[in-house]
């Protein structure tokens, strides 16, 4: 017995073991946080800083101070992008996490095939956006053709199509996010619920829902920072088109923020630094409304 | 003590991650240190279709010389994109495209003056060169295309007509109607689809827009590159896409989606008379059997585009290249000797200037191999008979690819229907001006 209680975790607690993970932190720790600074620290030094440079190549750059960040603020296609981007995500905030909700409530009931649908629903979300924009294109154009029309000709069937794109992509991991948090919420409190006389809404209402707050607080984070950061599926599905030609300017109607960075990172061949300017607007804009968004959502969730 | 073991043993795993890291380019600096004499060949090569003869071209050079090459081919589409990214490496191309004024305009600080280069002597016409402000030979054309309608005479015979016929714009619309109009009955329609899919796009939104602009800056006596256009013969330019859009099987909003490959299979299976396009698809027309096109040379003409202009009955062919080589300046001494070199290879060795005329047609080089391409006998043939050569105007292009676009999202609204012409010649006039002036914004 007392060999046997020896052998436990208590020998995780052995200074045997202990004294080396203390003292030798730093030698696991190294590896990932060289890697987090060549891949992510230095790159974003960077190009904070070329933001502020005009540049071609990143090798070759002179000093230009704010002047980047001017012409990013008067650029209109950059200001329709932004609105363009913000419709879109609180339409498929809603969207997407009233129909995953809906979902994971439906298969936590215990119908016949619940495994099935789950998996069903996920496996949108493990193909790759380029792949999913030409596959939707596809069946776009397949129907809208049958019209006389197609998803490149009116920037309302672009927006929608984008809509339903990203909610059959997300809408399925959402869901299995959702269902955990159902699960977890206690038998107990939902079976004294029922005995006190609540009805489904109304324990549902009171009793579920507050109790998952933090899965609506990971899913609407996850989602409000997912339609901002589109990039794959609005490249592949629209490209921006149409366009609308005015003042001397080309607004392409269908351009969400990063694909309109990356196009005017390419569209002028002597001064990157707009882009770039424009990328780390893009930066604060969504690390903003991600705290924003986490602060008020953690404000309604409950202890149990 | 036992920190100081930890910290070393870090250091060195850190100093491992960065080895993993360096490594490549450890090896390529031992790769040129044993070739140090001779240098090596980085070739960022912009042809697609290409992109094989060039990587057993640059094998066969570095199995004679043992200069190592490397070619890399971006793919379609991408190749201001990927320049950019490659040119920032350290290993950067030695030898690259800039084959327009706006590749010069963004890369002519990185280029070499080839003037008075063994391979630059070796040139023939100085016509297709691009030259630097100060007549600094920045790069040079290595072949030269044209373009114009490709014709299957066979099946124009069929319908009752003959080339001889076609001689401006009215003729060719004649016969084209002609043809549509008796299409269910001759089982062929006048033109391939006009499909402005990106694959296809750039055939109208390029080629066929080049000839409003030859027109406008022959009338202007332009020569460089202009901040703004008129659009003088855009009403050519609809006469000549309302043809295309007309007198063929696919119209309407299904030229949105309709692709390249659609229209080449239509012309290549006998589907349809005309189809616009160069003298690089000779290849793929009369010799490739894995699509099953494989067409009589015999039967293969290319006829002017015709947009009803004063004159045009003495068009010749749409002449000239975007196929043109620069040296990149900041590469090492030895790269650069290594790259003239290979370059002086290509033009003069028998391997390479039978692979250059057989994938890039004829060279303006005094070596240069003779193709067996007929479109280019037909190009010639008309500068015999004393035909004006319409230039590529369209080099002149500012910021190609969002110009191109803009009007290409016009030209699809027009022809679907959902948009008018007015907003084509916006994309067209305007946008120069509009691209003009984002790039050469500070």
């Known amino acids: 017995m007392t060999r046997k209680r020896k052998n436990d975790g208590a020998a995780l607690n052995s200074p045997l073991i202990r004294r080396p993970i203390k003292h030798c932190f730093a030698l696991f720790l190294l590896p990932t946080f060289a890697a987090f600074c060549i891949g992510f620290l230095y790159p974003f030094a960077k190009g904070i800083f070329l933001s502020f440079c005009k540049f071609k190549l990143t090798k070759d750059w002179t000093w230009v101070g704010f002047s980047n960040y001017v012409k990013a603020f008067q650029d209109n296609s950059f200001a329709h992008a932004f609105w363009y981007t913000a419709l879109f ?16 409530y439906a298969l ?17 979300n493990l193909i790759g956006g380029i792949v999913l924009g030409y596959i939707w294109s596809m069946i776009f154009d397949g129907i809208l053709s049958r019209y006389g029309t197609s998803i490149l000709l009116n920037s309302t069937y672009g927006f ?14 959402m869901m299995i996010i959702y269902i955990a948090g159902l699960q977890a919420v206690s038998e107990d409190m939902l079976e004294a619920a029922k005995i006190d006389g609540a009805s489904g809404w109304k324990s549902l209402w009171h009793i579920t829902i507050p109790n ?45 923020l990063a694909l309109n960075i990356v196009n005017a990172f390419y569209a002028n061949n002597t001064n990157r630094g707009v882009g770039q300017a424009k990328a780390v607007i893009f930066f604060i804009l969504v690390a903003a409304i991600g705290l924003i968004q986490l602060r008020a959502t953690r404000s309604r969730e409950v202890q149990q | 003590m036992k920190k100081t073991i930890a910290l070393l043993l870090a250091l060195c795993l850190c100093l491992c991650l960065f080895a993993g890291c360096g490594n490549n380019k450890t090896e390529s600096n031992g790769s040129t240190e044993t070739s140090s004499a001779s240098g090596s060949v980085y070739y960022l ?9 060039w ?39 030695t030898l690259f495209q800039a084959g327009n004024q706006g590749a010069i305009n963004s890369w002519g600080d990185y280029c070499l003056d080839l003037t008075d280069t063994a391979f630059a002597n070796e040139l023939t016409t100085d016509d297709f060169n691009l030259y630097g402000e100060d007549g600094a030979l920045l790069s040079v054309g290595y072949c030269y295309e044209c373009f114009g309608i490709i014709v299957n005479k066979a099946l124009l015979e069929q319908a009752g007509h003959s080339l001889d016929e076609i001689t401006n714009f009215e003729t060719l619309k004649a016969v084209a109607d002609d043809i549509h109009a008796r299409a269910g009955e001759l089982g062929f329609d006048a033109f391939s689809s006009a499909g402005l899919e990106s694959s296809s796009s750039w055939r109208f939104s390029g080629h066929l827009a080049n000839m409003p602009l030859f027109y406008e800056f022959r009338d202007n006596d332009v020569t460089s590159q202009p901040a703004e256009i008129e659009g003088k013969y855009l009403d050519n330019y609809k006469a000549i896409w309302d043809l295309y859009t007309t007198d063929s099987a696919t119209t309407g909003a299904a030229l949105t989606t309709a692709t390249g490959d659609a229209s080449e299979a239509e012309f290549g299976q006998g589907e349809a008379v005309f189809y616009q396009n160069g003298s690089w698809e000779y290849d ?45 300046k900041t590469a090492s001494e030895e790269d650069i000797q290594a790259t003239l070199d290979f370059l002086y290879w290509v033009v003069t060795s028998d391997e390479g200037t039978t692979m250059m005329a057989e994938q890039f047609g004829p060279c303006p080089f005094k070596n240069a191999k003779e193709p067996e391409n007929v479109f280019f006998a037909q190009a010639n043939e008309m500068i015999a008979d004393g035909k004006y050569t319409v230039t590529w105007a369209f080099n002149f292009t500012p910021a190609v690819e969002d110009w191109r676009a803009g009007v290409v999202d016009a030209l699809t609204q027009y022809t679907a229907g959902t ?8 994309a067209f006039v305007d946008g120069w001006a509009t691209q003009y002036a984002a790039e050469n914004a500070g």
Do not use: H
């Open chain 1, 89 to 104: 995500a609180v339409v498929s905030l809603l969207l997407i996490n009233i129909l995953a909700f809906a979902v994971a």
């Open chain 1, 108 to 124: 936590t009931r215990g119908i016949r095939g619940t495994n099935l649908f789950r998996t069903v629903f996920f496996m949108p």
């Open chain 1, 160 to 173: 929608w199509g984008l809509i339903i794109l990203m909610c059959w992509q997300q809408i399925g991991y």
């Open chain 1, 212 to 256: 998952m707050m933090p899965s609506f607080t990971i899913c609407t984070f996850l989602t409000l920072t997912n339609s901002f950061k589109l990039f794959d599926q609005n490249l592949a599905l629209t490209n921006g088109r149409p366009f609308i030609q005015s003042g001397g300017e080309t607004i392409k109607t269908t351009e969400m």
């Open chain 2, 45 to 53: 090569n912009f042809k697609p279709e290409a992109d094989q003869a």
């Open chain 2, 55 to 93: 990587q057993d071209l640059a094998a066969k050079y570095t199995e004679e010389t043992g200069v190592p090459v490397k070619v890399v081919t971006a793919a379609s589409g991408t190749y201001e994109d990927t320049l950019a990214a490659e040119m920032d490496k350290s290993a950067a191309p």
């Open chain 2, 284 to 328: 793929s027309l009369v010799n490739d059997a894995e699509k099953g096109f494989m067409m009589n040379p015999d039967d293969l003409a290319m006829i002017p585009i015709y947009c009803g202009v004063d004159g045009e009955e003495n068009a010749g062919l749409c002449s000239g290249t975007e196929n043109c080589w620069a040296v990149n």
């Open chain 2, 419 to 426: 948009g008018d012409w007015d907003a084509v010649k916006t």
